[in-house]
């Protein structure tokens, strides 16, 4: 299982980016889906999470109200929306599943994107 993550760059504060997760020979809307971030000399953390059968969406504190996931089955891809961005969203954000269908923080998360950075800076 092989996922990309895509949609990074370099926003000013106050900005957006959509990043996307794809998959090849691996059918995402089967599965919970979730962004995790690693920042410069911090631990990897958790951001957002899809399920699969209903679509129920978890935000962590410090992204609710700003951060969108959502995904469209029909193209094989998860979204993640971000608004109004701020210097501390910088960092390396991926997708990961483990081929579950619900979302949880406790799971091993098997399954990684490469990752994409984003900057947010003026």
């Known amino acids: 299982v092989q996922l990309q993550a895509s949609g990074g760059g370099l926003v000013q504060p106050g900005g957006s980016l959509r990043l996307s997760c794809t998959a090849s020979?691996?059918?995402?809307?089967?599965?919970?889906i979730a962004w995790f971030r690693q920042a410069p000399g911090k631990e990897r953390e958790g951001v957002s999470c899809?399920?699969?059968?209903?679509?129920?969406?978890t935000y962590k504190d410090f992204v609710k109200g700003r951060f969108t996931i959502s995904r469209d089955n029909a193209e094989n891809t998860v979204y993640l929306q971000m608004n109004n961005l701020k210097p501390e969203d910088t960092a390396v954000y991926y997708c990961?599943?483990?081929?579950?269908?619900?979302?949880?923080?406790?799971?091993?998360?098997?399954?990684w994107g490469q990752g994409t950075q984003v900057t947010v800076s003026s």
């Open positions: 990961a599943t483990d081929a579950k269908s619900e979302c949880s923080w406790f799971y091993t998360y098997d399954y």
């Open positions: 020979k691996f059918n995402l809307g089967y599965y919970a």
């Open positions: 899809i399920a699969e059968r209903d679509g129920r969406t």
